[in-house]
């Protein structure tokens, strides 16, 4: 366009056959371009490793859990030290102890068992996950993982120290 030849508004102007022709080029081209980086992307992600197992290895503490009801619960592990309608607390000795935590309708929520002990009762990370859990310089150790699809998370925490904690926790995710 030279600097002479005046500016139509787009609405009203005739666009010439070669510049129209341009035109049409262009928005195939771009066209055919999106098309292809698509259809790549779809191919990359078909291709990609399928996601890692969507539930752990420990499901159950002493034969209980997730979902089953507060007299099954009570029949599994015995009378609870303290009894509740939206918990239960256990005592397994001076080295073990449970938590049990019911929805409304008394069904198993979150099952938190805890150990003050270093034998060989206490579940490793390995036990509750399948692989090891890397400890920190302290000695402690923390890992949480969700299962979205079988509908749970499932922690475990061990204190640092010669005396350690640990704690492992499963919970429905609401």
Known sequence: MSASTPLIPLGKAQVHSPTRARFISLIIAASGLLLLGGSAVAQRKS????????????????????????????????????????????VFGDNESAQIVYDPTHKVVTISADFLSTDASVPTGKQVF???????????????????????????????GASPMTSITLQKIL
């Not at 009378?79 to 918990?87: I, L, T, V």
């Not at 000695?139 to 204190?159: C, D, E, I, Q």
């Open 47 to 90: 291709t990609a490793p399928a996601p890692p197992e969507e539930s752990g290895v420990f499901k159950e503490y002493r034969g209980v859990q997730l979902g089953m009801t507060a007299d099954e619960v009570r029949k599994k592990l015995g009378s609870p030290k303290d009894k509740g309608d939206d918990q239960d607390f256990f």
């Open 130 to 160: 399948g692989s090891d859990v890397e400890s920190k310089p302290d000695g402690s150790m923390y890992k949480m993982v969700r299962f979205p699809k079988a509908g749970y998370w499932l922690s475990y925490n061990r204190t640092g």
